[in-house]
């Protein structure tokens, strides 16, 4: 194991819907685990606004640098 | 052998037994003999209150500090690398500048190749210095090194929080704002109560389910949630829940997206999931995701009032409403929370032990201090000075009128820089605490009584949300330039300050004028 890379174990503790993902075989990406916790553009819990708190509740492997 | 005069008899006792030590009836007292001041009766603390002034609910005298729920906190930044010689949520790491610097990290932190890992933070650090230089350029950073930066920085955003603080300290509605988490903390106490959890409980639940909520919002989803938890253990599906609960799951594409929610729903063989169905009761079912759907589920299928009051910080209600086109005021709804976070609070509520509590709060920063700061408001006066950083408290700090998606914003908060993984410290938000850290002394030596760091962000707080309502945040979505003149205004400002054309002094006043004041939080009843 590379220690320098995301311990997503720790991550996935910290955030059921990695946790769902990683459950479910999820492929762990940015675009999935948006997809997996808000749904598609345009359903009822995407958010209309992609903000700095929409960013920050994201894991950080998948925030945008 | 020479006897010990203070332990030798001293003579015949007044109760006739042959000697002891005790001084006989009528023994003078010596000259300038210390005496000791009569020590004052037992005070009743339920009767004399040690403080005379008036006792406000969720308010505490300003020089009193309460090391309540100091034993609770959580970190207030996680590292998650792999190679942590530590368990971070055991660790009391806080969120400030030395978490960003090089030589605060030590290589007893990791278990193996610490150079690397002291050099990503080191590159952690430069990025941040250079970003900045680049993207504040009203902060005057000319020539300085990347310590010299961030000190910089800090010093800008304390220069503002300060000039605010003291413009707005002896407003009426002050008094009340500076107190705002002890009335927070009143309200968790509340929610424990009447739910039967321990405050810490209640209080992470809050915390957990506060992303993109306002507060009012937020505290109405942690009753439903905490309603559903203590009071529906027995409900069972009903088939409107079955039918919404599908709802949420055909809101993800097909594919391994929405097998991640449908497990929940459907059921795991292998993870030890059952699937929810018309027989199953809360109680029963296994993973905190299937409680959230259950409880989302059920408030907006079945629950009688899904309207949500406007709380004062001394825990005033009012309904809260909405004007329509057409002129008619009809009452908000609570939107729900992602399922996820509904999960989080669960898992809090499930278990009343604080590692799990640190691990359902997850690792943003603000989520964290905004939990501690419930939990125990004055933890500054002990050492813990907790900070709750969010869009608005850098408004403050920056004086610029910014939206939640603005760069800047962004940057400050959340994902620019890089090193999470071995200090668990994100973007500038430990620039833009300490900055809060800092004003709070700066303020308690101005006005001569202890001021504590949440106070400042809670009494600015309010003030700049008058000072920079929504509409005037507005952007060229090309250029990033504002569209509205008090956003203009603080613009030219902040190079006029930056480029010795306008006196710092000044330049809030004029800002305020050009805002057309500040006014009142919507709670304050003047």
Known sequence: ?65 | MASNPLTAPSGPSPWGSPGGNVVPRGTPVMRNALRLPQSEPARNPMLNPVVAAPIMPGVQPARSFSPEGLEDRVPTRVPTSAALTYDPHEAMSEVGRHAMLPEHFGPHRVKSGYDKARQNVADALSKNAQMIRDDYPWVNTHGLSDHGVLERFIEHNHDNIVGLYNRVKDEPWAAKAAHWYWGANRMAGELAQRFGTTKRQAAGVIASLSPQKDWDENLSLAERVMDTHRNRQDHAVTPEMLGRMQEYVDARKEGPRRDALAQFLHGNAAAGIAPITKESRYRNLAHPMQKALFARAWDEMHAPDRGFDIVSPTGERERATQQLKSGDVTERTAAWQSVDNVAKAIRILERDHKPTLSRALGLAHKVRNFYNNIVSPDAAAYGRPDITVDTHAINVGLLHPMGGSHKLVTQGLGQAGAAPAFTGSHGLYPLHADAYRRAAATLSRQLGRRILPREVQSVTWEAIRSLFPEEVKDIDPKSGAYQHPVGQTSNALAYGVRHGFVHPSNALGMLINTAGGIRPPRWHKG
Request: proline fraction near 11%; hydrophobic fraction near 30%; avoid cysteine.
């Open chain 1, 1 to 65: 194991m590379d220690e320098h890379q995301p311990n997503w174990k720790a991550l996935a503790e910290m955030d059921p819907t990695l946790e769902a993902m990683l459950m479910a075989g999820t492929p762990l990406t940015r675009e999935d685990y948006i997809g997996t916790k808000y749904g598609e553009p345009g359903t009822e819990d995407y958010p209309a606004e992609w903000t700095r708190e929409h960013e920050e509740a994201l894991p950080y492997p998948f925030q945008k640098a």
